[in-house]
């Protein structure tokens, strides 16, 4: 148990469908993150949050919508979804952005996502 | 373009022996070096690696740094069965153009 949740833990959707993943952190960290993690491919960074604004779009498709009401909840709008974004998505939360000091990052379960 | 290379791919050893994975980086404005360990989906963190030559250790997880040579190793002894995991490294630097590169992993696996 890292202090990061993820829900659900597994989805299965259909390429028009239009679902939600939902990362919260009880850590009290500021900065959060999702990544990718494609099979034998390295963890991919999509996006990052600080302070609920969004500091970085690692060139992903807009078919992918992030969103973070407030430091502890984030979520990732999925639409129109290809079967190649089938992934596993992880979020993670740091006390502050990763790259600007040395905060370590710590990891929800992640979400087993399966677009048919 | 910054790059984090882990090797071996694989491993596959017997419970009791020593184990070394490598990890070697060219990233511009190095900050820190990370090391995780996956077993099924969330990696956990290890160590966090920022000064060369300044040896980490929890239990039978050591690593260290060589900043010079851009590499880190993590050695693990005495493994057990528990230990079967996909071990990353990860490189953090300056600036805020992208926070993490991971390398693609060492796949450990311990045998009874």
């Known amino acids: 148990e890292t202090g990061v949740t993820q829900t659900p833990r597994h989805l299965v959707m259909g390429m028009t469908n239009k679902k939600s993943l939902k990362c919260e952190q009880h850590?009290?960290?500021?900065?959060m993150y999702w990544y990718k993690q494609s099979a034998k491919k390295p963890l991919e960074l999509m996006f990052v949050y600080n302070f609920k604004e969004q500091t970085e779009n690692n060139s992903v498709p807009s078919r992918f919508s992030p969103e973070c009401p407030n430091s502890s909840h984030l979520f990732l709008h999925l639409h129109t979804l290809q079967p190649e974004d089938s992934a596993l998505y992880l979020c993670?939360?740091?006390?502050?952005?990763?790259?600007?000091?040395?905060?370590?990052?710590?990891f929800g379960p992640g979400t087993r996502l399966t677009v048919t | 373009e910054d790059k984090v290379v882990q090797s071996p791919l694989s491993l596959v050893v017997h419970e009791g022996d020593t184990v070394t994975l490598n990890c070697s980086y060219e990233v511009t404005n190095f900050r820190s070096l990370l090391w995780y360990k996956q077993e099924k989906k969330a990696p956990t963190f290890l160590f966090m690696l920022?000064?060369?030559?300044i040896e980490k250790k929890s239990g039978r997880l050591s690593s260290i740094l060589d900043k010079k040579e851009l590499f880190s190793i993590l050695n693990i002894t005495a493994t057990q069965t528990g230990d079967s995991a996909v071990y990353l490294c990860?490189?953090?630097?300056?600036?805020?153009?992208?926070?993490?590169?991971f390398g693609s992993g060492t796949q450990l696996t311990v045998l009874p």
């Open positions: 990860a490189v953090q630097y300056f600036g805020s153009a992208r926070q993490l590169t």
């Open positions: 850590l009290g960290h500021n900065a």
């Open positions: 993670a939360s740091s006390q502050g952005l990763a790259g600007v000091s040395n905060y370590e990052q710590y």
């Open positions: 920022t000064s060369s030559g």
